[in-house]
């Protein structure tokens, strides 16, 4: 079945690793992360929340040409990393650092029924389900109990904004449900609104 209703570009994606460079120029295309999962994971750690952060960041929102230029650098460094869409809700500590808003369909809690069985995207065959290297990234590093989290419905209000202050503010709280008896806990875990 196609449910595409504009032309396919043609997927330049050569190798794991690599985005193609269309991706977030004309609506979003599968990304998978140039960084390797167990890097990113490290990195989790070193940007986790604190008075470091949290001043940078209320340093940051106070001025308009600050907030213009820290978005930028931002939008540049995960666009070229992850396909970000910069919807200012970043998911990426929970899904294997794969971008679900570089998903054609931008879905936040797994994969669509249309899944090739090889694992290929159904909107663009030649390139891999966004959804499939989030499992694969995460099961590598013991974080597929991450998956489990249920995503809330993205705020569009916040598309376009950082969302590194964002996270250090403490204002994308509860971006995702508690876990609620999973099985296996996930690694990661944030309760909702402060
Ligand atoms: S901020 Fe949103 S669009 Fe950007 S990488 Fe994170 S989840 Fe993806």
């Given at each position: ?59 940051t929102a106070a001025s308009p ?130």
């Amino acid at each position: 079945m196609s449910i595409s209703t504009r032309p396919l570009p043609s997927p330049s994606r050569t190798g794991p690793g690599e985005l193609s460079p269309a991706a977030g120029a004309g609506g979003p295309l599968p990304g998978v992360p140039r960084l390797s999962a167990r890097l990113l994971y490290q990195v989790q750690r070193l940007l986790a929340p604190n008075a470091g952060y949290r001043w940078l960041a209320r340093w940051t929102a106070a001025s308009p040409a600050r907030t213009r230029i820290f978005t930028a650098a931002e939008r540049a460094a995960k666009a070229r990393l992850f396909g970000c869409q910069m919807c200012g809700q970043c998911t990426l500590p929970v899904t294997g650092y794969a971008c679900p808003m570089s998903c054609p369909k931008q879905l936040r809690n797994g994969p669509c029924g249309g899944v090739g069985a090889d694992g290929s995207c159904e909107v663009y065959p030649a390139m891999r389900c966004v959804w499939v290297v989030a499992y694969e990234r995460a099961e590598s590093q013991g974080r597929v109990a991450d998956l489990r989290l249920l995503q809330r419905p993205v705020d569009h209000r916040e598309r376009g904004r950082s969302s590194w202050v964002n996270y250090w503010l403490g204002r994308d709280e509860g971006l995702w449900t508690a876990d609620d008896g999973l099985a296996a806990a996930p690694r990661i875990w944030r309760a909702g609104p402060p």
